[in-house]
T-cell receptor
Framework: DAKTTQPNSMESNEEEPVHLPCNHS???????IHWYRQLPSQGPEYVIH???SNVNNRMASLAIAEDRKSSTLILHRATLRDAAVYYC????????????FGKGTLLTVNP | GAVVSQHPSRVICKSGTSVKIECRSL??????MFWYRQFPKQSLMLMAT?????????EQGVEKDKFLINHASLTLSTLTVTSAHPEDSSFYIC?????????????FGSGTQLSVL
């Protein structure tokens, strides 16, 4: 499985934007970039995913580098409820689809 | 949005007993379900991939005779921890993938905290 590298932790202030980086230099052409987040004692929650183009949804934006070797999850205005572990994961479609989680980034949001 | 229900949320059992965990997709058909386990302050570890009507595919190092997975219908998968021991105490999480052939996102259950005494 292609691996991702994320900072162990990041800190942000409430109502400020947050940029969570992810490196995936060994990404293959068919790998999608997925982001999930997990609050304590809960299952992960889908945030966003993309292939080549930048993506936006109600939760976040995903900026993908032109060479696809890195990406950035952008939370436009962090709230206290955004404090979680954020996982950047590569996954390809098809019959062998599976998502393998790395260590993720623990995001702390200060009031 | 799509919902995955996992039951029970918490279970305490004696060493040597078996525990069954259910994972249901409530409003979609899940051709594939995944089972993960997570130890405190660690990431999720994929245990197995379960396809409806066929045998589960286990990740390397996961004992298939200890962690029995059944995916009998498109909306239900079960994980049975047989002869549980204290080292099996962990947070077990299921996820479901709707449809096939794409980059579909996974929907996760809320997890089951298993404590083996």
């Amino acid at each position: 499985d292609a691996k991702t590298t994320q900072p162990n932790s990041m800190e942000s202030n409430e109502e400020e934007p947050v940029h969570l980086p992810c490196n995936h230099s060994t990404i293959s052409g068919t790998d999608y970039i997925h982001w999930y987040r997990q609050l304590p004692s809960q299952g992960p929650e889908y945030v966003i995913h993309g292939l080549t183009s930048n993506v936006n949804n109600r939760m976040a934006s995903l900026a993908i580098a032109e060479d696809r070797k890195s990406s950035t999850l952008i939370l436009h205005r962090a709230t206290l409820r955004d404090a979680a572990v954020y996982y950047c994961i590569l996954g390809s479609g098809g019959s062998n689809y599976k998502l393998t989680f790395g260590k993720g980034t623990l995001l702390t949001v200060n009031p | 949005g799509a919902v995955v229900s996992q039951h029970p949320s918490r279970v305490i059992c004696k060493s040597g007993t078996s525990v069954k965990i259910e994972c249901r997709s409530l409003d979609f058909q899940a051709t594939t379900m995944f089972w993960y386990r997570q130890f405190p302050k660690q990431s999720l570890m994929l245990m197995a991939t379960s396809n409806e009507g066929s045998k589960a595919t286990y990740e390397q190092g996961v004992e298939k005779d200890k962690f029995l997975i059944n995916h009998a219908s498109l909306t239900l998968s079960t994980l049975t921890v047989t002869s549980a021991h204290p080292e099996d105490s962990s947070f077990y999480i299921c996820s479901a993938r709707p449809g096939t052939g794409g980059s579909e996102k996974l929907f996760f259950g809320s997890g089951t905290q298993l404590s083996v005494l």
